[in-house]
């Protein structure tokens, strides 16, 4: 039997695909190569969100072709349409024959070029020709303009035609892709020109796979896009839609209706998507979690305007005090970008109000990297000094901290309910996540079977630097 082996950097959505390439993988008679066994196929899914991400792509391809040598190679995701021609580079280096090698991003069907390379293995036949005996073509027009025209003009939809998936594995949450694509143009983004189709899945075929996966043991559900506000829509530009939209709220709502599931939660929505059905819905549906993902990037309401996102300060801060009466202590986590270009002290002042207004559960803050074809790439020498940036980052890890510790303190005492995580190798302790997306810490007094994608119910014992610590009461719920 032919095995494979899949490596996955980046986002939720990412981490769904490379589910759904198993799937097809499987569904073709293969099946997943052990760790310490040799693979016939590696597939490695990159991300180019950053410059970190890319060389984390590009150092994950080199680490798993020297591991298990002598493998085909896919490379696939966002930065296989970026930046080709050095990831060709790499394989040549790594001396992976032209003939056992593809490289095929969101510019291309996936489900295609799975079948294409699968069958070249068998027939030894170039694996670098699409189904019409065309080369793949790499996403590299020569202009932002280019970039941009060639991105909207794309109706590729590159994992459309890829299976629905039964399980996530080493996970339990599963995540659904719902909704992909993004033509919004952030100035700061390199995902429009990279994910270039906006559209989204019917709900029956999600309802469909959510059920499965609910059946197969998963008892919380992510529902994820690459910009889930705009499901349902042919395009993520607020002002283009029809009418005020209630489809995501409608999905959220039949979702939690599915038995068996423990939670339903939304991935990183947009400020300007969460609307007032959405809120009721999340408040009215016990299975709906009371997280929201709302990423900032910048409380400078200049800041925000030059890197062209659909919000402004103000409604965000809005969108804050909605969710909040709303939704009983409702966790909110954000990115913050630190050091975007022109970024002053002043705005740097403004996104520190707003974090400490919001008293956000978590921030992810990282520093602006600029990257070559979009908007800001042209504003880089207008990016602040490095120190002023990690001095930046520094202070907004320190707002951090005393925020998300803020909001845990009133756990304390409480019972909560978690789904329990896998055990990490060695430690008697376990971990699960609530709700609200926060980490617990146990011990169990006595060894415990199966617990692993159990829901059960703790009672927290103390706030820390990280989560909470909680103790595992005699009872747990029957899921």
């Not at 990279?194 to 059920?211: K, N, Y």
């Not at 959405?278 to 990037?297: D, S």
């Amino acid at each position: 039997m032919l095995r494979f082996d899949i490596t996955t950097l980046g986002c939720k959505v990412n981490q769904y695909d490379s589910q759904a390439i198993a799937a097809w993988l499987e569904a073709a008679g293969w099946a997943p190569a052990k760790p310490d066994k040799q693979a016939d196929l590696l597939v490695i899914n990159t991300c180019c969100i950053t410059t970190v991400a890319m060389a984390k792509s590009r150092n994950s391809l080199s680490r798993a072709v020297r591991k298990k040598p002598g493998a085909a190679v896919l490379v696939t995701g966002c930065y296989s349409d970026y930046d080709r021609k050095r990831l060709q580079k790499i394989l040549d280096k790594l001396a992976v024959p032209v003939d056992r090698r593809m490289i095929a991003g969101h510019h291309h069907d996936v489900a295609e070029n799975l079948r294409v390379l699968v069958q070249s293995l068998n027939q030894a036949s170039p694996a670098e020709t699409s189904l019409d005996g065309q080369p793949s073509i790499p996403c590299q027009p020569s202009t932002i303009k280019a970039r941009r025209l060639a991105a909207v003009k794309s109706n590729v939809a590159a994992t459309k035609n890829l299976p629905g998936i039964r399980r996530f594995s080493n996970r339990q949450r599963a995540f659904v892709k719902v909704q992909d694509g993004c033509d919004a143009f952030c100035s700061y983004c390199i995902v429009p020109y990279t994910r270039p189709r906006v559209w989204s899945r019917t709900p029956e075929d999600i309802l469909d796979e959510c059920r499965i996966l609910a059946t197969n043991g998963h008892r919380e559900i992510v529902l994820c896009g690459v910009f889930i506000g705009a499901f349902g829509q042919q395009t993520t530009i607020r002002r283009k839609w029809p009418a005020q939209t209630n489809a995501l709220a409608e999905l959220l709502r039949r979702v939690c209706d599915i038995d068996g599931l423990w939670r339903v939660r939304l991935s990183s929505i947009e400020p300007g998507d969460v609307t007032d059905k959405l809120l009721e819905t999340i408040a009215e549906c016990p299975k709906a979690a009371p997280h929201l993902h709302l990423p900032l990037q910048s409380g400078s309401p200049a800041i925000l305007r030059s890197i062209n996102r659909q919000y402004s300060a103000d409604q965000f801060r809005q969108t804050v005090q909605r969710v909040r009466q709303a939704l009983d202590r409702p966790a909110l986590t954000t990115d913050i970008i630190v050091g975007l270009p022109g970024e002053t002290n002043a705005d740097f002042a403004q996104t520190i109000e707003i974090a400490r207004e919001a008293g956000f559960a978590k921030i992810h803050a990282f520093p602006f990297s600029p990257i070559e074809g979009t908007a800001a790439w042209h504003l880089r020498d207008q990016v602040p000094p490095h120190e002023i940036v990690k001095a930046r980052m520094v202070e907004l890890a320190e707002i951090e901290a005393e925020s998300a510790h803020q909001y845990r303190l009133p756990f304390v005492g409480q019972t909560v309910e978690a789904l329990v995580e896998r055990p990490r190798r060695g430690q008697a302790c376990r971990q699960g996540m609530t709700d609200r997306y926060q980490a617990i810490r146990f011990t169990p007094t006595e060894p415990v079977r199966k617990l692993t994608g159990h829901v059960v119910c703790l009672r927290v014992d103390a706030a820390t630097a990280d989560g909470l610590d909680g103790t595992l009461m005699d009872h747990s719920i029957g899921l």
